[in-house]
């Protein structure tokens, strides 16, 4: 049995060390060292968008991602996307517009809008799909996950020129 | 029912469920662990067809961190499970009859050790003729998978004077249609933990029928059903799957016997291959009608590959008889349906139960119809659709809540206003239209809900009912339904579904039934309740209760609305007079059997009605089809929930999109060629067409505030219409499912 | 246990150095997509992954003296969006956009897509077609290899991944005239692989109706990424007509002989399609430049 090694990374803003065996996968270090069950695992082969976190900046499949890889790097999951009391703009839109079902592509779906808006804040209905082509839903056919995440997009411009004449459907 | 206008149910709330969705924080079968739990997996078949000659595990046993293998001589009950027919099996006695048929399984510290074990146990088999379709299935000597022979179940339907029908006819057309292998695909694999504690069992697994798994599981462990208590995870999925043999047995197998923790999480790939598919269809349809458009006749036989074991072919039959005949008003119909065993995977419940297959004839056949008669498709359905008192192919005349014709003239009305582009000489533009009925509730038998409300001294309520929702949204339509009837907000009612400790058995989460039976029962629940605490305030107020109002928490006589008492107030009251703090409702609805010769009979008390659109694109060089926009318009009673029905409907768009084009179950001898997400093609965001999803209402009088059902008619129409479209942009026609482009390729070279 | 240590260098001597000590048992790591399930189903061992995605020399995207160049750590996603790419080798940029989902490309390596030697590579067919170069280091020494050399086989590379560390890729900066352009079929509009795939690059003549330089890459038609070389002889060999090129796709479909495929369709399907997609792709080309 090889030695464990130790991991450093910034998870949900704060820094975590781990120890762990060399050949951990990261999704199963969140979901099970640090009990961030959040990140779901839908077929732990890259191929549905499930496990998708953010990692430095850009969207990530943890179940191909080996943990060391991720030593030193900063890490989203779905934890923590809002904050204690108060959900993100894109959470609060997935409530109001309907685009959850059962669940479990909501984690990863999240993830995948919010990278796609911290680089693109208006983006089109195009953009958006491909954004999360990358993630796969059974439940919802999208429709109400891309409305969603445009009805996110509007607020958070909003919220950084409140001046603009606001265009809320319903 | 009181028509007047309603302040829960018909509003788009928020679900009850989403917050913790959102943020992570909802369980699943798959996010539990408990201290000192040991990881299972299950050793496969990995041929289609053999007897089991010995099973040697002493490998296995002595592997490092292995704690106990089983095989069935491990099984402490009945090892025989299966609703209908109980011809399945924990673990494999005697025989394999598909890939991945459970044999024997490994507990083991990690999962990872549990896998190393299972692959080190030998299996000894002696092969057997390999059967991969019903033709092979019915030939003369064909190799037995059971011993009672290769047919499952076969049933008829006669209606009227089909041969004079087809005298009478001045068109008649014959075509066979076939569909493919479909998987459930949700994203949840399956999973299930158990523990045993104090001479208790309790298992936390996604189950669309708490209830009847608790029963069976307890029967296969060899527990009194009181000793096992199957609670309900959220459910990732289900979509008619995700019951009976599941991860969760094998769990409460393993915590039985170890006394520890147990946890079995399926691999993607073997949620593939091990789970029930959608039953692959050969249809052959013949229609007869006059000049004039108006039908007279169907004759449909039809021959269903059930795979290795029973599983729920005999309810996907009777489904299939009743709805092959679609929405239309045939006075002579006959129909034959035959479900054959394969050494194929296992048939079993998928959403909609046959329909999406017998819709998929039904509509290609009336289109067909309607070219040969040069008539336009909208007409020739409106010419034969059901309407209110409409008689259907097994006899039923329909209630009131038959708004197929809104559905169709909604969706032509939608379709013209989007338009269809300038088709040029290699992408050809057309509309297809497709609709269809749908029953709510099991076929011709009892099916009841049940529910339970409860309130407590601070006036809080929690309602009771046995099952979970899938995804759907059930919990919030039942919530809704319960706040209606109470006058209060959808936050002061908290759910527990699924748990059979504390609810009742409410049916299974299928055939569309929940809201409109479990939702009616929700309602007479809380009327119950209402009626008892409304009772109470009327005591102490003075007054006759028929004078008194419920109105957002405090009962009161609207004349002299000082005069209130609140709901804690009722409560304490009941409590003094000993009255129980709860109500319960049954709701099953009314039905006569279905004659097993004639079919005759009325099956559900209720229908659901759609009609759907699809313009696509097709390149005609290369075959390949883009869906650009489908128009879904559905009777759907009464929405509940707006936004869920809609959701449904978008839902099931993309699962009848995948249906028609791109999902298909490759096989080969029995061995699934395809078991992963990157090779089996479920739509992807960017796949999905604009879809705009209408709802008609049509009130049903027997239903809660006149619901219906959406689960499973969202995808019925879906891929009728795509076909159809592909034909009227090409004039193609398909008739046997996917529509893939080299499908298509070799017909438009042909 | 997948794998037994894992090390994440700062620069390639000292990947190399983990390398030799390794004696064999170790193996680079890019983004890890292909090689993770890879040694997860025991399909490739290995003891001591070395991880070079932390090298900064890795990490560039660049033109130097007539070359673009590409470090063995750039993602799809980079070269994807990267302008230099977009404007100078346009396929390229087409392919790398293309692959799986956008998670795979913020991680998946253009490198690691060579490497892997899977035919169906949407990053690899227009590198063929741009035929790049790789420069592969070792201990040893340092050598280039054209992409024809760097695939043995399905799923076999010419870099020996426990020894050598493959760092740049480069091709030739193209003419002002030049063109290139990706195509692509598939079962599905993302996570999917591709049916069929090609790159094509034109340089045109301005004075005269020829093509002076074609190359045609497809996948995948064949265990490594193919080259239609005898329809790229016939484009250089005559004047443009619509009959012409018609010809040539025809000429590429026999040339590449796809098989008949449980996943990808029937050989005279993928024949067909070869011809079809070729013959749309040249003539938007013509018709662009």
């Excluded at chain 1, 997009?153 to 409140?162: F, G, H, N, Q, Y």
């Excluded at chain 2, 004078?547 to 003094?576: H, I, M, T, Y």
């Amino acid at each position: 049995m090889a030695d464990k090694q130790k991991i450093r990374f910034k998870v949900n803003g704060a820094w975590r060390e781990v120890e762990t065996r060399p050949d951990r996968i990261l999704l199963d270090l969140l979901r099970e060292e640090l009990c961030l069950t959040g990140t779901k695992k839908g077929c732990g082969e890259g191929e549905c968008g499930a496990c998708t976190v953010i990692m430095n900046g850009r969207t990530v499949l943890s179940c191909l991602i080996p943990a060391l890889k991720a030593d030193g790097a900063e890490i989203m999951t779905i934890e923590g996307l809002g904050e204690e009391g108060r959900l993100h703009p894109l959470q609060q839109a997935f409530l109001e517009e309907g685009a959850v079902q059962c669940g479990y592509c909501t984690p990863g779906m999240l993830l995948s809008a919010k990278a796609l808006l911290d680089e693109n804040p208006e983006p089109s209905v195009e953009e958006v799909k491909r954004a999360i082509s990358g993630n796969l839903c059974r439940c919802t056919g999208y429709t109400k996950i891309i409305r969603a995440v445009r009805a996110a997009a509007e607020t958070l411009r909003e919220d950084l020129d409140p001046g603009q004449p606001t265009r809320r459907k319903r | 029912m009181s028509k007047e206008s309603c302040d829960v149910v018909g509003r788009s709330v928020f679900r009850v469920d989403g917050l913790d969705k959102l943020t992570g924080k909802a369980c699943y079968a798959g996010d539990i662990a408990f201290p000192r739990m040991l990881h299972l997996k299950l050793l496969r078949s990995d041929r289609p067809h053999a007897k089991i000659l010995g099973i040697q595990t002493g490998e296995a046993e002595t592997h490092p961190g292995v704690v106990a293998v089983f095989t069935c001589r491990d099984i402490p009950g009945t090892n025989q499970i299966g609703r209908d027919k109980p011809d399945q099996t924990v673990l494999c006695v005697d025989k394999v009859r598909f890939i991945g048929d459970p044999v024997a399984m490994v507990a083991a510290e990690t999962p990872e050790a549990a896998e190393e074990a299972a692959a080190l146990i030998r299996v000894e088999y002696e092969d057997l003729p390999g059967i991969f379709s019903p033709e092979e299935a019915l030939m003369p000597g064909a190799a037995k998978i059971h011993p009672h022979g290769n047919i499952l179940m076969e049933q008829t339907l006669l209606r009227g004077d089909p041969d004079q029908g087809l005298k009478d006819a001045e068109v008649v057309i014959t075509n066979t249609y076939r569909t493919q292998m479909v998987e459930h695909a949700y994203l949840e694999p399956e999973a299930g933990v158990a523990s045993f504690a104090e001479g208790k069992m309790t298992v936390w697994m996604p189950s669309k029928y708490s209830h009847y798994d608790q029963r069976e599981l307890a029967d296969a462990i060899g527990l009194p059903r009181e000793k096992v208590r199957v609670v309900n995870t959220t459910i990732g999925g289900c979509f008619g799957d995700k019951t009976s043999l599941s991860p969760g047995y094998y769990a409460a197998l393993a915590a039985l016997k170890t006394r520890r923790p147990a946890k079995m999480v399926y691999s993607r790939e073997e949620s593939f291959i091990a789970t029930r598919k959608r039953h692959p269809f050969i249809i052959q349809y013949t229609t007869g009608a006059t000049r004039d458009g108006r039908i007279l006749v169907a004759k449909v036989e039809i021959v269903a590959d059930t795979g290795a074991y029973c599983a729920s072919g005999p309810t996907v039959l009777v489904k299939s008889l009743i709805h092959a005949a679609g929405p239309y008003e045939i006075s002579n119909v006959s129909m034959k349906v035959t479900f054959v065993y394969t050494n194929n995977p296992v048939g079993g419940s998928m959403r909609g139960l046959g329909v999406p297959q017998v819709a998929f004839a039904h509509e290609s056949q009336i289109d067909i119809l309607a070219e040969k008669l040069g008539m336009d498709p909208f007409d020739i359905r409106l010419k034969n659709g059901f309407r209110p008192g409409s008689v259907t192919a097994t006899g039923q005349q329909l209630g009131d809540s038959v708004n197929l014709v809104e559905t169709m003239t909604t969706v032509r009305a939608e379709m013209a206003r989007i338009g269809t582009p300038p088709s040029t000489a290699s992408k050809k533009y057309g509309w297809g239209v497709g609709a269809m009925f749908y029953g709510i509730g099991a076929g011709g038998r009892s099916n009841p809900g049940g529910a339970r409300l409860e309130v407590d001294d601070a006036g809080a309520f929690t309602l009771f009912v046995g099952i979970g929702d899938v995804g759907q949204g059930s919990s919030t339509a039942l919530v809704q339904i319960a706040a209606e009837v109470l006058n209060c907000r959808v936050e002061e009612i908290r759910v527990v579904a699924g748990d059979t400790d504390c609810c009742p058995d409410s049916g299974v989460t299928a055939a569309s039934r929940v809201t409109y039976i479990v939702g009616r029962s929700v309602q007479i629940a809380a009327q119950r309740l209402k009626g008892q605490l409304q009772e109470a305030a009327a005591s102490i107020i003075g007054l006759a209760p028929g004078n008194l109002q419920l109105d957002n928490g405090f009962f009161l006589c609207p004349e002299d609305p000082l005069r209130r008492v609140s709901v804690p107030q009722a409560v304490a009251k009941l409590k003094e007079k000993e009255i129980p703090l709860s109500a319960e409702g049954v709701f099953d609805p009314e039905f006569i059997a279905l004659d097993p010769k004639t079919g005759q009979g009325e099956p559900m008390a209720t229908y659901a009605f759609a009609t759907q659109a699809a313009l696509v694109a097709v390149d005609v060089e290369s075959g390949e089809v883009e869906v650009l926009s489908i128009v879904a318009c559905h009777d759907v009673g009464k929405a509940i929930n707006p936004d869920c029905v809609t959701g449904q409907i978008e839902g099931g768009v993309s699962m009848g999109l995948g249906f028609s084009l791109t999902e298909e179950i490759l096989l080969e001898e029995g061995r699934i060629r395809n078991p992963r997400f990157s090779q089996y093609f479920m739509p992807t965001a960017l796949d999905m067409p604009e879809t705009v999803s209408l709802i008609a209402d049509a009130p049903e009088a027997t239903g809660p505030f006149g619901a219906k059902g959406v689960g499973e008619p969202a995808l019925l129409p879906t891929t009728p219409a795509i076909i159809n479209a592909i034909h009227a942009a090409t004039g193609i026609r398909v008739k046997e499912l996917p529509a893939t482009p080299e499908r298509l390729w070799r017909l438009l070279h042909s | 246990m997948n794998w037994a240590a894992y090390q994440k260098p700062k620069n390639v001597d000292e990947a190399l150095a983990l390398l030799v000590q390794a004696a064999g048992r170790g193996r680079v790591i890019a983004g890890g997509t292909d090689l993770i399930l890879q040694l997860r189903q025991r399909e490739r061992t290995a003891d001591l992954l070395v991880d070079i995605t932390g090298i900064g020399d890795l990490t560039g995207i660049r033109e130097k003296d007539g070359w673009i160049l590409i470090g063995a750590a750039a993602t799809h996603a980079e070269v994807a969006n990267s302008p230099l790419i977009r404007r100078e080798a346009r396929a390229l940029a087409e392919g790398c956009a293309h692959v799986g989902a956008p998670q795979i490309r913020n991680v998946a390596t253009l490198m690691g897509n060579v490497i892997s030697a899977q035919p169906a590579a949407d990053g690899a067919i227009p590198l063929t077609a741009l035929e790049a170069e790789i420069r592969v280091v070792s201990q040893t020494g340092e050598r280039w290899i054209s992409m024809e050399e760097a695939y043995l086989g399905v799923g076999r590379s010419a870099i020996d991944a426990s020894g050598e560390i493959a760092t740049d890729i480069r091709f030739r900066k193209l003419e002002n005239d030049a063109q290139t352009k990706f195509f692509r079929i598939s079962k599905r509009r993302a996570l999917a692989l591709p049916v069929l795939n090609g790159a094509v690059s034109f340089l045109p003549d301005p004075t005269s109706r020829r093509i002076r330089r074609a190359r045609i890459a497809l996948g995948p038609v064949a265990a490594k990424p193919f080259r239609a070389r005898r329809t790229e002889a016939y484009l250089e060999s005559g004047e443009i007509s619509p009959g012409f090129l018609e010809e040539a796709a025809r000429i590429a479909g026999e040339e590449a002989d796809p098989r008949t495929s449980l996943m990808r369709g029937s050989a005279p399907y993928r024949k067909d399609m070869i011809r079809l997609f070729l013959a749309r792709t040249m003539r938007a080309m013509l018709m662009a430049g």
